[in-house]
């Protein structure tokens, strides 16, 4: 057989198996199988949200999973096997294609522990947990969380900050949204859809962004919705399911999530779209997470975010988000962490790579659901012509130009002593 061949024999490989991951993940909805009904909510608010919801085993027991755990762990042992015997045991993509059917087999092992303390344990396996360092001696996410907390409480309390009241309706907030990402996807058949089945006020799937009916909209929650849902989760969905051989990068891990979340939030950030409203929630996650981890119930966390003036429908929204899975007693659902953890991480790549002149290693980033320990892999195989480079690219990183001189800046500012500064200039204000 001639190199030509060959090559195109491995290509071949690469895609059926790459396919059969993306068969067998399809029916996997980690957070299908784990939010709560909208009539939990309605029961709390009608006993005046003083008795804990009504959540256990029994609950997660009558919400069928939409797949059969045995056959789909089966099934993906099997894909696991054939990556070895096909790829071999040391091939780089090997490593990362039975990574990510393992990750999967943790999945469905989680969702079968719903409303079980071993849910929680898995998902801190999956996810991380806000105790965790990025380095020895270095803050946890919680600590911060609490460090950002401060910063952004500051500035709500500022005169300007207030954000625009919420007066689109879920069927306007479509049609706005619906035009803006046509005109990011025109060549995709990307619809944008009103769902009663979400926890949150919107979700991006494989082909489409959901807005809940419930919720009421501004023009900035529609700017954050159209880069974070759209730029970054729709677009690395669409480029993964376009790549020519590794279609599972379509669909995204745990691992996975961590870089997506933390990318969509920093591409917020970076483009202004973002806020302090909107930093507040992510903290107050994490916040909630921490206390639910140190053994707070539902109520003792639902209070304490009261207590710092949320609305009591916002504080239902955090709390049941980092309870689903589990029960109004149990420890928590920590994916939530994804979107500091992930910012941080991905942060600190962009800047490395940028103070290494290496700005070509930016695209990889949205060549699909990746995890960024892959990067230098997924850079070689980006030069093996093995994965595509990536069709769809936000525009504040399709000129790496401006992102560059941005973040070699920021360096520059970040090396002073905000401490110093802060004296010196202490008699201007």
């Not at 801190?124 to 360092?133: A, F, T």
């Not at 690395?236 to 891990?253: D, E, H, M, V």
Request: glycine fraction near 6%; proline fraction near 4%.
């Amino acid at each position: 057989m001639n190199t030509s061949s060959s090559r195109k024999a491995y290509q071949r490989t690469i895609k059926q198996l790459s396919d059969r991951i993306v068969a067998v993940q399809g029916p996997i909805r980690i957070l299908d199988a784990i939010n709560w009904r909208d009539d939990i909510r309605k029961e709390f608010f009608a006993h005046g949200c003083r008795e804990l919801p009504k959540i256990g085993a029994d609950y997660y027991e009558r919400r069928a999973l939409g797949f059969d755990p045995e056959k789909t762990r089966l099934e993906l042992y099997s894909i696991e096997r054939d990556i070895t015997r096909e790829l071999g045991q040391l091939n780089p993509l090997a490593k990362m294609m039975r990574r990510t059917c393992s990750e999967f087999q943790t999945v469905v092992r989680m969702l079968e522990a719903r409303g079980t303390p071993t849910f929680c344990n898995i998902a801190q396996e999956l996810y991380g947990s806000p105790s965790d360092v990025f380095h020895a001696g270095d803050p946890t996410i919680a600590e911060l969380g609490t460090m950002l907390e401060s910063t952004v409480s500051s500035l709500l309390q500022a005169g300007g900050m207030q954000e625009e009241p919420r007066n689109l309706s879920a069927a306007q907030s479509v049609e706005i949204l619906q035009q803006r990402i046509h005109n990011v996807f025109p060549e995709e058949q990307v619809r944008v859809i009103i769902s009663d089945g979400i926890a949150s006020d919107a979700a991006a799937g494989s082909d489409y962004i959901k807005l809940n009916q419930d919720s009421w909209f501004n023009q900035r929650d529609l700017d954050i919705l159209e880069v974070h849902e759209g730029w970054v989760h729709l677009g690395t969905t669409l480029n993964g399911a376009a790549q020519p051989y590794c279609t599972f990068l379509s669909k995204g891990t745990p691992a996975a999530t961590v870089t997506q979340e933390g990318l969509a939030v920093l591409s917020e950030i970076i483009t202004l779209r973002s806020g302090p409203k909107r930093l507040y929630k992510l903290v107050n996650r994490i916040r909630a997470i921490t206390l639910a981890e140190d053994g707070a119930d539902f109520l003792d966390v639902f209070n304490y975010l009261r207590e710092k003036g949320i609305e009591a429908e916002d504080c239902y929204a955090i709390v049941s988000r980092i309870f689903r899975g589990s029960t109004p007693t149990g420890k928590p659902f920590v994916k939530d962490i994804s979107y500091i953890k992930g910012f941080v991480l991905t942060y600190n790549f962009i800047r490395v790579a940028v103070a290494r002149g290496m700005l070509d290693r930016l695209p990889l980033l949205f060549v699909g659901k990746i995890v960024l320990d892959d990067a230098k892999i997924i850079y070689e195989l980006m030069q093996d012509d093995i994965i595509a480079k990536p069709k769809f690219i936000p525009p504040v990183f399709s000129d790496f130009k401006g992102l560059a001189a941005w973040l070699s800046f920021g360096r520059f500012i970040g090396s002073l002593s905000f401490e110093q500064l802060e004296k010196d200039y202490s008699l201007l204000f």
